[in-house]
T-cell receptor, first 110, second 114 residues
Framework: RKEVEQDPGPFNVPEGATVAFNCTYS??????FFWYRQDCRKEPKLLMS???SGNEDGRFTAQLNRASQYISLLIRDSKLSDSATYLC???????????FGTGTRLKVLA | DTEVTQTPKHLVMGMTNKKSLKCEQH?????MYWYKQKAKKPPELMFV???????INESVPSRFSPECPNSSLLNLHLHALQPEDSALYLC?????????????FGSGTRLTVV
């Protein structure tokens, strides 16, 4: 089993749609979880950290399910500008290492 | 200053050349990283420095040689690279391990080996 797994997509959705991505992780001791966004030929940028109680930032909602060891990202009212690859990142406990998922490609269509 | 600055942005080098990539941050982060990213793949960890000491080397070939001269600077020295080493090289920093702030990435150096 990979340490961090994501559905690579692509997810093609119309503008205004709601889309959700899941990410599973294998190390139950992991404590830090993030979603990054990466545009084509650019560096990854932190979209949001994921907290135990779940957290929201505008149209974006992140959830953590420790029992099932997955995190999710929900995007409401999708915009064309949301088209990107979304990377799930999980810490490797006791180290400075963070593990990346393979990324999920999202394309929002006009 | 909340940025990680990488230079150069683009680099073309021959297989016999020696070059260096540079990375700088002034956020007081004590961990700095080099990642390699090929097209349509996630970033792949190469090296981690914590408190200016090499703490992780992910079995990277010796033609890549990292250096951390001080807490703000990270270099990656390149020598005798192969065409398959062409990729986006990303530098990142973080406050400390197991933190809730994640990485801050630089904009990367796009390297082409000819």
């Amino acid at each position: 089993r990979k340490e961090v797994e994501q559905d690579p997509g692509p997810f093609n959705v119309p503008e205004g749609a709601t889309v959700a991505f899941n990410c599973t992780y294998s190390n139950s001791a992991s404590q830090s979880f993030f979603w990054y966004r990466q545009d084509c030929r650019k560096e990854p940028k932190l979209l949001m950290s994921v907290y135990s109680s779940g957290n929201e930032d505008g149209r974006f909602t992140a959830q953590l399910n420790r029992a099932s060891q997955y995190i999710s990202l929900l995007i409401r009212d999708s915009k064309l500008s949301d088209s990107a690859t979304y990377l799930c990142v999980v810490n490797s406990p006791g180290t400075y290492k963070y593990i990346f998922g393979t990324g999920t490609r999202l394309k929002v269509l006009a | 200053d909340t940025e990680v600055t990488q230079t150069p942005k683009h680099l073309v080098m021959g297989m016999t050349n020696k070059k260096s990539l540079k990375c700088e941050q002034h956020m007081g982060h004590r961990a700095m990283y080099w990642y390699k990213q090929k097209a349509k793949k996630p970033p792949e960890l190469m090296f981690v420095y914590s408190y200016e000491k090499l703490s992780i080397n992910e079995s990277v070939p010796s033609r890549f040689s990292p250096e951390c001269p001080n807490s703000s600077l990270l270099n990656l020295h390149l020598h005798a690279l192969q065409p398959e080493d062409s990729a986006l090289y990303l530098c990142a920093s973080s406050q400390r391990r197991d933190n809730n702030y994640g990485y801050t990435f630089g904009s990367g150096t796009r390297l082409t080996v000819v």
